[in-house]
């Protein structure tokens, strides 16, 4: 379902441009020209991502369309070609999300950076970690107040026990001076598990000791930041954090995830964190003469078939790591039992031999070869074991699994 946003501008060209730049970007745009035209379609339309408003409307010369909108409790962006520091102070007070000129492309070209922002803020939770609880619920308002879930901690070494227990949290938003373990301390103690880009982390301070700054960012802080702050300065530093975050992540997932069945590549293969464990099982297969489906179907028949397999492939491997090995050729590694992981690879094989691939007007039908390697040994050795007995299974007739 797409994420709907109401425009209320009473400019038509201006209404047009911004309803074309947020459908074009995915979103659903619900428009008015004023105050009355919006109220009809917040009666109906009571699930928003946020509204794009203007301050002066036709029968609204002072921000009454803003009281009516963050009274029925919509996140609010305002668009006015008015530049008033009080006016400005006043919006931002009230709680819209951001003040915009509309006399400045600069300015309109932030606006769908901004809704982006909050679209993907669904997607984070915050732990924020201070001493005190003042400090700590006015940044979780703010934070909650753009869609980013939180979870508290009163210093460094509860905020360590907790991010252990808590997978979800993308970033942390931690003061310095605390009991039990400072800012600094904690953020040293965090890297040595995560990375910047697994999780962002964001250093604030009320000290006046300007060597802060490099402190915290040695120590592994992706920003650092000064209290006291005002709420627009705490958001572009929240926003450019995450925006690194995503863009790292985008990277990686790019460098390491094959593009078209969605599965890990040869390269995260070999370069996990997993470089063995008690009980590391590998499977070799690959789809049975797949240059015949090449042929007979063209290279997308083969595509639909690689996508079909990948997707059987994460049923019954969901927590595994199962990367697209190269061609038709795909690995499994699978840390357990061995007789659990061939039961698992008998079933797929089967699912793979009884599910027709519907391409076009026609039907594709294939089965796979596999071969297996629980010898606890390098995982290049194990692999080089599982691949031999995958071309056993194909001289002995394919469409087989074979263990030993």
Aim: aromatic share 8%; net charge negative.
């Amino acid at each position: 379902m797409k994420n709907k946003v109401l425009v209320v501008e009473d400019s038509r060209a201006f209404r047009n441009y911004l309803e074309q730049l947020l459908s074009q970007a995915g979103y659903e745009v619900l428009s008015a020209e004023n105050i009355a035209q919006a109220k009809q379609i917040l009666a109906h339309q009571p699930d928003l991502l946020c509204a794009v408003l203007d301050y002066c409307l036709p029968d609204g010369q002072d921000g009454e369309i803003i009281e009516l909108v963050l009274k029925a409790q919509h996140k609010v962006i305002v668009l006015t070609a008015m530049f008033q520091d009080e006016l400005r102070e006043s919006m931002l007070a009230k709680g819209v999300v951001d003040y915009l000129l509309k006399n400045s492309m600069a300015s309109v070209s932030y606006l769908l950076p901004l809704i982006k922002r909050l679209t993907n803020n669904h997607q984070h939770k915050c732990l924020v970690v201070d001493d005190s609880s003042t400090v700590r619920n006015h940044v979780v308002q703010l934070l909650e107040h753009q869609y980013i879930r939180t979870t508290q901690a009163t210093n460094g070494a509860e905020a360590l026990a907790i991010l252990q227990q808590d997978p979800e949290i993308t970033f942390v938003i931690t003061d310095h001076d605390m009991p039990k373990k400072d800012g600094i301390s904690m953020i040293q103690e965090i890297r040595q598990s995560w990375d910047k880009n697994s999780l962002a982390v964001l250093g604030v301070s009320g000290s006046d000791d300007h060597s802060l700054t490099a402190q915290f960012l040695k120590a592994g802080a992706n920003d650092f930041l000064y209290k006291p702050f005002n709420q627009e300065e705490f958001y572009c530093r929240v926003h450019q954090v995450l925006d690194m975050k995503e863009a790292n992540n985008e990277l990686y997932r790019m460098a390491n995830q094959d593009s078209l069945t969605g599965l890990w590549n040869r390269r995260f293969l070999f370069n996990q964190a997993c470089g063995g464990c008690d009980k590391r099982n590998i499977a070799m297969l690959d789809i049975d003469h797949f240059k015949k489906v090449n042929d007979t179907y063209g290279h997308d028949g083969g595509d639909a078939a690689l996508v079909t397999l990948a997707n059987i492939l994460k049923i019954y491997f969901p927590e595994d790591v199962v990367a697209r090995f190269g061609g038709e050729e795909f690995c499994i590694q699978a840390c357990g039992t061995f007789t659990d992981f061939s039961t698992r690879l008998e079933k797929m094989r089967q699912r793979v031999e009884s599910t027709p691939i519907h391409y076009n007007d026609t039907q594709i039908n294939i089965t796979v070869s596999i071969g297996v390697a629980s010898a606890q040994d390098t995982l290049d050795s194990q692999i080089k074991l599982a691949d031999d007995r995958l071309y056993l299974a194909k001289e002995h007739g394919r469409n087989m699994l074979i263990c030993r």
